[in-house]
């Protein structure tokens, strides 16, 4: 018997005992996602309601939710068509986008605030001090208590979302209203079909590097993420938010808190952070030579990035796009960039973590070491169009970015901070990237050793915790197996068609 998970992948029994992710906990909430198409549509009216009220619309009638099989479901959001009818007679079509609570982090209307605020925050900076970057435009946003934000722009830049109060028949949901993107396609719709055409790499390149430009163009003092506080005004006051820290707090990894003045804080918080992770994730070993693995590849990491990175760096630091992929682009038939979408895990950081795509030469990260030549090439050639970008806009900072992103792939900081940004990658990266920096090759049996020796160095009583994580192990594939004996499959639909 298989069980379908919300993202529609099918597993047997079988194959989630070998999923590096927690499968269990996907399987027991995957039904949350079919709940949230139920509630959304089952709320209609009170969609209708906010979205008119956002558009100083007449009256409600002139808003109609769509049917659900035109909504857009990502990892972390739903996205509701609207159909709008405004006060001269005109349509056009809007998006009313809300966070997956099950999704985002520890699924509190803390947590789903946190995500809101954050990403109109990056919307409404964007608009304005980005214009060059195309982007949706951002009409308002609600937050779980049922206060709201509506643009005006009567008052000054920073401030053209004005709070508002809400009244007890209105929608109390996180979200976002915002315009349907119109211009161009999905760059994944034609990435496999393009991605070996020179001409058209070319004008992405030189797209992707304005863009990334335009959003480091003022320095920032802290790492951290936008927000969108309660008087309106905008500020880096919150948390970095990472697009693979919101999966695993999602899976029950503890949050990571707090803003970073240098890169040496942001470094030990990020290890702090997959420490934790591993530790509390209960499938996080396979067996003990697996954990051993595991534990000594961390003690590696903390021996290896104070020679990598410059951890007393202190700023400036930069906005960066952390989640930038080929279906959050949206181009015209030559790959001119006419937009981008979600903006929520866009971030100050190390001007050395800003990243070339990955995606543009290999699908997974782990791929970068079976296609070196080919990942490399494609490095370099991006690396050149954005320092000759950065040189015909003549932007000035302390160093240019063009030059940090060529020795960040040099020195190994590049695959140091993938190590942080992906789920699962770290140890391919360590073994296959990291590794042969220092020269270090070794057999199976010589790799074996190695980490049961450096894994003691985990913590102070490395044995008792690998015991525990074997023990954990063996509850969860009890709990697993059960799990699909007593679950029924028809009852986890992965949607809904109303």
Not at 136 to 163: D, T, W
Not at 191 to 197: A, P, R, T, V
Not at 266 to 273: E, G, I, R, S, V
Not at 395 to 415: S, V
């Amino acid at each position: 018997m298989s069980l379908i998970l919300s993202n529609g992948r099918r597993l047997t029994l079988e194959d989630a005992r070998t999923e590096e992710r927690d499968v269990l906990r996907q399987l027991r909430r995957c039904e949350e996602k079919s709940q949230m198409f139920t509630r959304l549509w089952a709320h209609r009216s009170q969609i209708q309601a906010a979205v008119a009220g956002h558009l100083g619309l007449r009256s409600s009638s002139q808003c109609v939710v769509q049917s659900p099989a035109v909504w857009n479901r990502g990892h972390f959001n739903i996205c509701v068509h609207v159909q709008v009818t405004d006060n001269c007679g005109d349509l056009s079509r809007k998006i009313f986008r809300c966070p997956m609570p099950h999704k985002v982090g520890q699924p509190t209307s803390d947590a789903i605030d946190e995500k809101i605020r954050s990403e109109a925050a990056s919307y409404a900076w964007v608009e304005q001090e980005c214009p060059d970057i195309p982007v949706p435009h951002l009409i308002g946003f609600g937050l779980s208590n049922g206060e709201k934000a509506k643009r005006s722009h009567m008052i000054p830049c920073l401030s053209q979302y004005v709070p508002q109060t809400s009244g007890t028949t209105e929608l109390r949901m996180g979200y976002m209203l915002m315009d349907f993107m119109h211009t161009g396609s999905m760059l994944s719709n034609t990435w496999s079909e393009g991605k070996h055409d020179e001409e058209k790499k070319a004008h992405l390149y030189r797209g992707l590097s304005q863009i990334m430009l335009s959003l480091a163009r003022q320095p920032q003092r802290r790492i951290g993420s936008l927000r969108f506080n309660d008087d309106g005004s905008i500020s880096l006051a919150s948390r970095p938010l990472l697009c693979a820290h919101s999966i695993l707090e999602s899976e029950g990894a503890p949050r990571m808190e707090g803003l970073y003045s240098t890169s040496g804080q942001f470094l030990q918080a990020l290890q702090d952070f997959r420490a934790s992770a591993f530790a509390s994730q209960a499938n996080a070993v396979h067996d003990e030579e697996d954990c051993r693995l595991q534990m000594s590849h961390m003690v590696l990491l903390r021996s290896i990035i104070p020679q990598l990175i410059n951890l007393p760096y202190d700023g400036p630091f930069a906005l960066q796009f952390t989640d930038l992929h080929a279906s959050n682009i949206f181009v015209d038939a030559d790959w001119n960039i006419t937009g981008i979408i979600d903006l929520e895990f866009i971030c100050s950081l190390p001007p050395d973590m800003l990243a070339v795509p990955y995606w543009l030469a290999v699908e997974y990260i782990d791929d970068a070491s079976e296609h070196r030549e080919e990942f490399t090439a494609m490095y370099n050639s991006f690396v050149q169009s954005f320092s000759a970008t950065e040189k015909r806009q003549n932007k000035h900072h302390a160093t240019p970015l063009g030059d940090a992103m060529h020795e960040a792939l040099r020195t190994g900081a590049y695959w140091v901070y993938r190590c942080f940004t992906s789920i699962d990658a770290m140890p391919s990266i360590i073994e296959d990237q990291i590794c042969p920096l220092f020269g270090f090759t070794s057999t199976t049996a010589e790799e074996e050793a190695f980490a049961r020796s450096l894994s003691h160095f985990w913590c102070p009583e490395s044995e008792t915790f690998v015991q525990r994580k074997l023990a954990e192990r063996a509850q969860y594939n009890l709990e697993l197996q059960r799990h699909y004996e007593t679950t029924e499959p028809s009852r986890l639909a992965t949607h809904i068609i109303l």
